[in-house]
């Protein structure tokens, strides 16, 4: 055990090095020449794949036999900057959560951007491209190896801007650049509530270092002073610190209110929208609940037992779940699809995190991370293979002519789906549902995640449908054709990690519960069979979701590329309502957006008439005080000055020589009005 | 005293070759420059110097020079470099010759226009280092003159219309501050800053103003908070505070690219100089009394022209009210950091974080919006004269170096961690959300707006399709490059390093915060 944590101590030590890596790939790619593609490309696979050996590196280093030693999370801190007789350390933290999310975004980083040569190939910024992904991959491995608030919120920006510029990657479309400045407006007002709930956390606790010796703000001893009010100076500090912090999260998550970005950020190349917008950043949100989750759930003492923080993020969660299934139901773009769904998986993170199921959320996560890839460059090949067409009314019969994508996008979305047994999001589900039904404050977040489960099958059967059965109804010169084995082997990589990553966490053998939570989870018949009713429920909503799809796209076969969609024609309001996202993004615009520039034309109105009124009367007081001085010159000292100061007269009396701005002029007056008010003030001390 | 002059040097050697220029190359514009250059580059010479003989774990004054003037009046010539000054010294450096080699291209300009220049780069150092308030206000208004005529001479169309409000509005604020001074020495009877600062530090000089001028009865508040109010004024017009900012978007605007750089990097660090080392120290009593007053104004200045920014069409006028905007958080953080402190717990390191941040920033501000105006200035000079934000579109196709090196900028100045503007921000928005939580939370609406009309100004300038005519528009050249790298590696090297100026004012800082935080009024 003691060379065990002499090596973890090591590993933790050198933990800086994984997100370095891509970041110095970063660095170098931003000073390549366009020309140097090969370079680029195997620079930035190269880092990603030594970044994935650390990684496992670390990983090894986590996996300590049960019962835990206080090994289990060990931290490094180094000191940043000075305050005061403070100082600023950041840090990085090894534990099974950072272990295990390096693992996944390294390897499904590893696999996307095997992909993005092939689908890239042709872009003339290839080179860039790249720079910008390996930018992205080290923010992402520093945000999650961060000890500290600080050192995550800056790496979160990043990501952010790295998000910002991949989406508007193609920046001469403005569509793309618009989406691009969306996604980091909107995710910035969530930063904005981060931002402050970490000065206010900083404030509170005088530390943001997570886990520092038992100082940290996340352990026991800075917790109890956040929820003693005689410390804190109030009961409802640490849930505002926390509901503050969760801001961070809606708006990086795409959790309601503050989704609107990611359908947008779909503008981006196909690879940005499987690693960034799927797997990894939007992810970032769940990932940092999920680390800040002592502190998300202190208030608990102070509600006897139920914590309103997690309850709002359960809420939250679980009504975005629904929400986004809704409208995934009447899309037709292939990646909106798929970016709704997004959207919704996370809300169903958030509400496993809110209702208690910490691990189920982070499992969900992971399986998710590999299945949502799956399908994002599943989609990207199929758009590849029909000549950049997104439109799923556009598709369809194309299982034929490409079999590797239609057979691995199959096993994608039956791990979306739930079905149950062999695939892996039957297994994260169903832990998430288990967790919310044993949930005692509200039974909402079950129905609705039991709800979303029926609609989620629903509408991955629709866009397989359209996909890949009846009949071609593109552009009939340009068949579609298979992929490059740069762009399939990922998908036959993520595919099987699709399958298999589920049984991590079946509930026979929960390893990734017990290795989260660093407490033996052990399988016993009794739970199993009380949780079964609820297993069959689910599992009839998935098929029955299945089923309705099948009934409604495959067994008959969609119409022409311009026929009405079948829902369409059953329930035209509902699907209209459903196909313009419940129009959130009009009302944003009819209110936001519009309050946001009466606002500026208000402040441009004040600029030039009030405050710029201000500064001519001043400019009139003082013109007039020119002109009394100047009269005064005339009338009472006229005479008595020499000739010099005749010059002075005759050039100081006109206003209009005044405006012309010579300097001296003003000097001469104001120096007359010291000489006078010094004199006042003189005799004001004599008086 | 047989210590070298450091300070003085710093001074009178870009006055002495401001001399120079002006005789010897009044009308060969290009060998002005070119000399210009080179004058402009001696001072950091003296700047690396200082850096590297300054003693970064003393509070105190350093390097100080002491002479009698005018024996009688107390008026001492007396200068000293502390960790508030140093950083402003080093931005004058690198700002000056950045500002010359900026408008390299600039044909209009004459050995005169270099001579005022340098003759500015003077009295900048002047006022950063002055210690007695007779000398700093002669430094003060003499950087007045250049900046005038430059803008009066070398300016736009409307540079009439923008210089004469500039020039009255600072000297009439400049008035007041005279006034103020001399109602001080009347009662106290000292001009040195060190000493006014120990005086309002123990509460002396209420009594002593009241005591000498008392003109009115009880009411003893009456002069100490005309006289600050006097003080503030002169300060206040060249930082600007709202609401004394209508001059700057015209000035900045008409004045010719190298002169707005100045303009915004070093001169409105006069103000908040003023703010730092007169006002809070001599008057934190006032500050306090007014403070929901004055953090209003800060809060509103921050959030007006935040919103002005975004509806301005001109991309000089835009960066003129973002530049409000930023010097508007360092002076949020100056007002939050007299704030009364009996609530706050470790209210020290709140202050201390607050002036920190109040330094970087305005280093940082120094840094980022001289870069956007320079490359503005190089818009204008590529587009003809054009500098709308609707003239352009998709120039990042044309030029993906420029568009690069911009966006940095961009970013620096909307505050991305990682860069220098992140630091700053954060320290100030830390401290001032302790000890004055609502003034904090109310300013992120401005981070907000700088983001928007920044990206705003990304995408309607540098993305979309590219027009026929911008076709052919060149991207930066090799000197150009070379030119921003300083400017651009300073940005990284801040956000990621921010110890190495952190270091440099956390002593002052910390002292100030102490007494600041036991001072009870």
């Known amino acids: 055990m003691i060379s065990k944590t002499w090596e973890t101590l090591l590993v933790v030590k050198l933990l800086w090095i994984i997100p370095a890596i891509p970041m110095l790939a970063a660095g170098v790619l931003a000073l390549t020449p366009r020309g140097y593609r090969r370079m680029a490309a195997s620079l930035a696979i190269g880092s990603m794949v030594l970044a994935f050996l650390f990684s496992c590196l670390a990983f090894y280093a986590t996996m300590i036999p049960l019962p835990y030693s206080e090994a289990w999370r060990q931290s490094y801190n180094v000191p940043w900057f000075d305050i005061g007789h403070e100082t600023v350390r950041v840090g990085w933290v090894l534990d099974p959560l950072s272990a295990l999310m390096l693992a996944m975004v390294t390897f499904v980083g590893t696999c996307i951007f095997v992909f993005s040569t092939g689908y890239m190939a042709e872009d003339e910024n290839f080179t860039r491209f790249f720079g910008f992904l390996t930018l992205f991959a080290g923010a992402m491995l520093g945000l999650i190896i961060s000890n500290s608030l600080l050192l995550l919120f800056i790496c979160w920006e990043l990501v952010g801007l790295a998000s910002y510029l991949l989406i508007g990657f193609w920046f001469h479309k403005p569509s793309a650049a618009a989406a691009a400045k969306k996604a980091f407006m909107t995710t910035r007002i969530g930063d904005l509530g981060l931002l402050i709930g970490m000065v206010w956390l900083y404030s509170e606790t005088g530390t943001l270092l997570f886990y520092d010796g038992g100082f940290g703000c996340l352990e026991t001893k800075a917790l109890i002073g956040l929820v003693t009010p005689a410390i804190s100076g109030g009961t409802l500090a640490v849930t505002g610190i926390a509901l503050l912090i969760f801001c961070g999260a809606i708006g990086k998550s795409g959790q309601f209110p503050l989704h609107v970005w990611l359908p947008d950020a779909m503008e981006g190349p196909t690879p940005v929208s499987a690693l960034i917008h799927a797997a990894t950043m939007v992810a970032a949100g769940v990932f940092l609940v999920g680390r800040m989750l002592p502190l998300m759930g202190a208030d608990m003492i102070l509600f006897s037992g139920s914590s309103p923080t997690l309850y709002i993020v359960a809420m939250v969660g679980s009504f975005t779940a629904l929400f986004a299934a809704l409208i995934a139901v009447a899309q037709t773009d292939i990646k909106r699809i798929l970016a709704y769904s997004t959207v919704s998986q996370l809300g169903y993170m958030m509400m496993a995190i809110g209702v208690g199921g910490y691990p189920a959320a982070i499992f969900h996560l992971l399986t998710h991370a590999f299945f949502k890839a799956l399908l994002f460059l599943g989609s990207g090949s199929v758009i590849h293979g029909c000549h950049h067409e997104q439109d799923i009314r556009r598709m369809g019969g194309i299982a034929g002519s490409m079999k590797i994508t239609f057979a691995t996008y199959a096993v994608g979305m039956m791990a979306l789906s739930g079905v149950p047994f062999f695939f892996s999001g039957f297994w994260s589900k169903e832990a998430i549902l288990h967790a919310a039904l044993t949930w005692t404050p509200s039974m909402l977040p079950f129905i609705f995640g039991l709800c979303g489960a029926f609609l989620t099958a629903f509408y991955m059967t629709r866009m397989m449908g359209y996909v890949f059965f009846g009949n071609y109804r593109g552009d009939s010169c340009h068949a579609p054709h298979e992929s490059p084995a740069t762009m399939t082997v990922p998908l036959v990589i993520l595919a099987v990690f699709a399958v298999l990553l589920g049984f991590a966490g079946t509930s026979f053998w929960p390893w990734c519960q017990s290795y989260l939570t660093a407490q033996r989870v052990r399988f016993g018949w009794e739970e199993f069979l009380h949780a079964w009713p609820l297993t069959g429920g689910s599992i009839a909503m998935v098929a029955a979701g299945i089923g309705l799809g099948w009934k409604l796209y495959i067994s008959r076969p969609v119409g022409g590329a311009d026929a009405p969609d079948i829902l369409e024609t059953m329930h035209p309001k509902i ?113 | 005293m047989t210590q070298t002059p450091w300070l003085s040097l710093l001074i009178f050697v870009p006055w002495v070759m401001a001399l120079g220029l002006a005789c010897f190359y009044r009308k060969d514009g290009d060998a002005a420059k070119k000399a210009a250059l080179v004058f402009s580059l001696l001072p950091a010479l003296v700047t690396l110097f200082l850096v590297g003989h300054f003693d970064a774990a003393r509070a105190g004054m350093q390097f100080v020079e002491r002479h009698d003037w005018i024996p009688s009046l107390a008026v001492e010539y007396c200068l000293g470099l502390d960790g508030f000054s140093l950083p402003l010294v080093i931005l004058t450096t690198i700002l000056v010759p950045f500002a010359i080699l900026a408008s390299w291209q600039e044909k209009k300009t004459d ?217 508007g958080y360092c002076l949020l953080g100056i007002f939050a950091a007299a704030a009364s402190t009996h609530e706050v717990a470790g209210a020290a390191t709140e202050i201390a974080a607050t002036l920190n941040g109040v330094v970087v920033q305005m280093f940082s501000h120094g840094i980022s919006a001289a870069a956007l105006f320079c490359f503005v200035g190089w818009i204008e000079t590529r587009g003809g004269g054009l500098r709308g934000l609707e003239d352009f579109g998709g120039l990042r196709k044309a030029a993906p170096i420029f568009c690069g090196l911009f966006g940095i900028s961009a970013f620096s100045s909307l505050g991305l961690p990682g860069l220098n503007g992140f630091i700053g921000e954060f320290l100030i928005f830390k401290g001032v959300f302790a000890l004055v939580p609502w003034a904090a939370v109310g300013a992120t609406v401005g981070l907000l707006v700088t983001a928007l009309f920044l990206l705003t100004c990304m995408e309607k300038v540098f993305h979309g399709p590219l027009p026929e005519k911008w076709e052919k528009w060149p991207d930066l050249s090799l000197f150009e490059r070379v030119t921003m790298l300083p400017l651009a590696a300073l940005m990284f090297v801040i956000g990621l390093c921010p110890q190495m100026l952190v270091g440099l004012v956390n002593p002052c800082s910390t002292r100030m915060a102490e007494w600041l935080s036991r001072l009870w009024i």
Not at chain 1, 638 to 654: E, H, I, M, Q, T
Not at chain 2, 181 to 205: C, H, M, N, P, Q
């Open chain 1, 575 to 687: 699907y209209n309502c459903l196909k313009n996202k419940f129009f959130v993004d009009e009302f944003y615009a009819a209110t936001w957006v519009r309050w946001c520039g009466a606002f500026a034309s208000v402040s441009d109105w004040m600029e030039r008439f009030v405050w710029g009124g201000m500064m001519r009367g001043a400019a009139f007081f003082t013109a007039c005080l020119a002109l009394l001085n100047s009269e005064t010159d005339e009338r009472v000292v006229n005479g008595s000055f020499d000739g010099g100061c005749k010059v002075l007269k005759a050039s100081s009396g006109k206003l209009s020589l005044f405006q012309n701005g010579k300097a001296q002029r003003y000097l001469c007056v104001i120096g007359a009005a010291f000489a006078l008010l010094l004199l006042a003030l003189e005799m004001g001390v004599k008086l």
């Open chain 2, 111 to 327: 050995g005169v226009f270099y001579a005022l220049i340098l003759f500015l780069q003077g009295n900048l150092y002047g006022v950063f280092t002055a210690l007695n308030f007779f000398p700093w206000f002669l430094f003060w208004e003499m950087s007045l003159i250049p900046a005038f005529f430059l803008i009066r001479i070398w300016g736009g169309q409307g540079r009439i219309a923008a210089a004469t409000p500039f020039f009255i509005y600072t000297m009439l604020g400049s008035a007041a501050m005279l006034l103020s001074f001399l109602a001080l020495y009347i009662s106290v009877g000292t001009f040195d800053f060190v000493k006014l600062a120990e005086l309002g530090r123990t509460g002396v000089i209420e009594g002593a103003l009241y005591a000498n001028l008392g003109l009115t009865p009880a009411d003893s508040n009456m002069w100490v908070t005309l006289v600050f109010f006097g003080v503030l004024l002169g300060v206040a017009v060249k930082v600007p505070l709202f609401p004394f900012h209508s001059w700057l978007p015209a000035a900045y605007a008409e004045a010719p690219t190298s002169v707005t750089i100045l303009l915004t990097g070093a001169l409105s660090k006069m103000g908040v100089y003023g703010f730092l080392r007169l006002l809070l120290p001599i008057f934190p009593g006032v500050i306090r009394e007014w403070l929901e007053v004055l953090l209003a104004l800060a809060l509103a200045g921050i959030i007006f022209s935040a919103f002005a920014a975004l509806f301005q069409k001109d991309l000089k006028r835009m960066l003129a009210y973002s530049s409000i905007n930023h010097l």
